[in-house]
């Protein structure tokens, strides 16, 4: 029988010596940020992909594990709530004390929706950090309220 207690637990804490790593589940992930406590360094994550979930209270969670992920080269970030500018501009993310060192990053790709305001956010934050503005690259995937209209007319033959 499975301690519900205790389920989740140490999950980061395992895949430590992990080269790739892909953490993509949605918003409002809590196992996974209660793990942030005990976060180990990956010193041998090469290419790391992270999900909605890391991108709450001001990007707190990639920030905090990039900053145990030294040797990353490959980054990927896959937006998928629709978070318009005006809600990126109330955020107000700060950016001091809120430094990484990635020496070797060589690619940040972010995919998300084409009104997404927290992509000028995060382009801050790497530039901030060191990252080239040549090295981000960013896909559009729509617009996420353009896509659940369409996706509304198709049900109701519109």
Known sequence: ???????????LQSLSSARTLELL????EVVLSRELNTCPIFGNLKTLSLGEWCMA?????????????PNIQKLFLQLKINFNAKKASETGIKL????????????????????DGRVHK??????????????????????????????TKEFWGV
Do not use: W
């Open 57 to 69: 209270a001001d990007f707190d969670a990639l920030i905090f594990l990039l900053q145990h992920s």
């Open 1 to 11: 029988m499975m301690d519900i207690q205790n389920a989740g637990r140490h999950i």
């Open 96 to 115: 001091q004390r809120r430094s990484f060192t990635c020496k070797d990053l060589r690619m940040v790709k972010i995919t998300c929706s084409k009104d």
């Open 122 to 151: 995060l382009a801050n934050l790497f530039m901030a950090n060191g990252m080239p503005v040549e090295k981000i690259y960013v896909r559009h995937n729509g617009s996420a309220y353009l896509r659940s209209q369409k996706q």
């Open 25 to 28: 589940t949605d918003a409002g």
